[in-house]
């Protein structure tokens, strides 16, 4: 089965620091997607990246960045120069690539609560 | 605008009085599917549904229904709500009918029963 382990429960950073949120995926497919979801405090849920698992190669979007390593299942986000704003729970989460016929789903971690101070 | 509609935002209820949370897409796609998130649990399935007519359960069913009429709406039903099911909810839709394109999520509903 499916399981997607975020054990940074609560963060707290310093306007300006770097900062990265751990995420450990299990998985008996060889075939999966990796993803990251913000949730403001408004509650809505904002897609962030997409990996699937034949791409190892880390991205970055402007502050944010991807490091994914199969080797040590994890896909962990780092905020560079974090910023007020970035305050959120953010979520990992796995899909399992599967049969179409079996319904695959996004199984999601804990969250992690970061909060950014001025 | 694409988009995934839930009603009502918020919604506080008694125990036992029936509720639905209604969802509606218009974007075509085939998956729709209900999550509710807990504090320390993240987001856990409910009912997910591949298909018009065809429905399914996911993690956490109990005390849960769904019905898929149309292809457009996935309403969430509470025949008779307890408190434990006091949490926020987010109904969820894809094009395929797979999670790997990632979902299209509502705004959520916070639901509380006292």
């Known amino acids: 089965a499916q399981k997607v382990t975020q054990a940074q429960t609560e963060i707290s950073v310093v306007e300006k620091e770097d900062v990265t949120l751990d995420c450990v995926y299990e998985?008996?497919?060889?075939?999966?997607?990796l993803f990251w979801y913000k949730q403001p405090p408004s509650g809505e849920l904002v897609f962030l990246i997409r990996?699937?698992?034949?791409?190892?190669q880390n991205e970055i979007s402007g502050r944010y960045s991807w490091n994914f390593q199969k080797s040590t299942s994890s896909f962990n986000f780092t905020i560079t120069a974090s910023q007020v704003v970035d305050s959120a729970v953010y979520f990992c989460?796995?899909?399992?690539?599967?049969?179409?016929?079996?319904?695959?789903?996004?199984?999601f971690g804990e969250g992690t609560q970061l909060t950014v101070n001025p | 605008e694409a988009q995934v509609t839930q009603n009502p935002r918020y919604l506080i209820t008694v125990t036992g009085k029936k509720l639905t949370v209604t969802c509606s897409q218009n974007?075509?796609?085939?998956?729709m599917s209900w999550y509710r998130q807990d504090p320390g649990l993240g987001l856990r399935q409910i009912y997910y549904?591949?298909?018009?007519?065809?429905?399914d359960k996911g993690d956490v069913p109990e005390g849960y229904k769904v019905s898929r009429k149309e292809k457009r709406n996935f309403p969430l039903i509470l025949e008779s709500p307890s408190p434990n099911q006091t949490s926020l909810y987010f109904c969820?839709?894809?094009?395929?009918?797979?999670?790997?394109?990632?979902?299209?999520f509502g705004s959520g509903t916070r639901l509380t029963v006292v």
């Open positions: 969820a839709s894809s094009l395929l009918r797979t999670a790997n394109y990632g979902y299209t």
């Open positions: 998985t008996r497919d060889t075939t999966y997607y």
């Open positions: 990996r699937n698992s034949f791409d190892e």
């Open positions: 989460a796995l899909s399992e690539a599967g049969e179409e016929t079996s319904g695959s789903r996004l199984t």
């Open positions: 974007m075509n796609h085939e998956y």
């Open positions: 549904s591949m298909n018009v007519e065809v429905t």
